[in-house]
């Protein structure tokens, strides 16, 4: 079968990487975030927010359940929209066009999130809490295929168990003296990168809510948009496919 160019959004220099990092950096912020203020519920990392429901339903806890489902739902809607806007805009065509939207669309879901959060004068409570879970979870859901529209492979954005598998894997073969191993998928330092971001954007969210810094809420929206920014110092570069 004859190999075909494909159009990607190059996986090389600042631009790139800077993207990734401030993608990591929203969704450090975001996972916290939830956890600490929407009531034991992750908007971005499915995996945990799934065994908290798991957990939720096992003990009998409906009200934590109903926040964990809403979530869930929230970034599987997340996912199917960015999919179409992925489609619609002939992603394959013009990856670079399509990123933004994708990004652009993020942050009018997180400016929503935390433009009525900060309006609620009281804590979230009642149908406002679960909008608020349910935008931020359909921004984190739409990253996650924006991050894919990126030519690196291997990087998530949003879970970082791989990435943290690939960095103590490249440890260990640089302490035995032996080559990196062949598998993995995407320079060591951007692993390090992203999961240093998520790191560090969830220490500085756990700090500003302990001291009720109102900032907070707009953080994601305000990493995403730096991401978008960075979007336009990155080249688009075509790869072979069969």
């Known amino acids: 079968m004859p190999e075909e160019s494909v159009a990607v959004v190059s996986d090389k220099g600042f631009g790139a990487r800077a993207i990734l990092l401030w993608l990591s950096f929203a969704s450090g912020c975001t996972d916290v975030l939830s956890f600490l203020e929407f009531g034991d519920v992750f908007t971005s990392a499915m995996t945990g927010n799934t065994a908290l429901l798991a957990i ?7 009200l934590a359940a109903s926040r964990s ?7 599987a809607l997340g996912v199917m929209l960015a999919a179409a806007v992925r489609d619609r805009g002939g992603g394959a065509r013009d ?13 009018a ?27 931020s979870a359909v921004s984190m859901g739409i990253q996650g295929v924006a991050a894919r529209v990126i030519g690196s492979t291997g990087v998530n954005t949003i ?9 103590v894997m490249s440890v260990t073969a640089a302490f035995g003296r032996r080559p990196r191993p062949a598998a993995a998928p ?13 790191a560090l954007a ?16 707009w953080l994601p929206m305000i990493a995403v948009v730096m991401a978008l920014a960075a979007s336009y110092l990155t080249p688009q570069e075509e790869r072979r496919a069969g």
């Open 56 to 62: 939720a339903i096992g003990r009998g806890h409906l």
């Open 69 to 75: 489902l809403t979530a869930l739902v929230g970034f």
């Open 95 to 107: 990856p670079q066009h399509t990123l933004r939207r994708l990004l652009l669309v993020e942050i």
């Open 109 to 135: 879901c997180l400016g929503a999130c935390a433009a009525l959060w900060s309006a609620s004068r009281a804590s979230l409570v009642g149908d406002v809490l679960y909008i608020v879970i349910m935008l």
């Open 159 to 167: 879970v970082f168990t791989s990435a943290l598998i690939s960095i």
């Open 186 to 198: 995407a320079d060591i330092r951007t692993h390090l990168g992203t999961f240093a971001a998520y």
């Open 202 to 217: 969830g220490l500085l969210a756990g700090v500003m809510t302990t001291y009720g810094v109102k900032l907070l809420f």
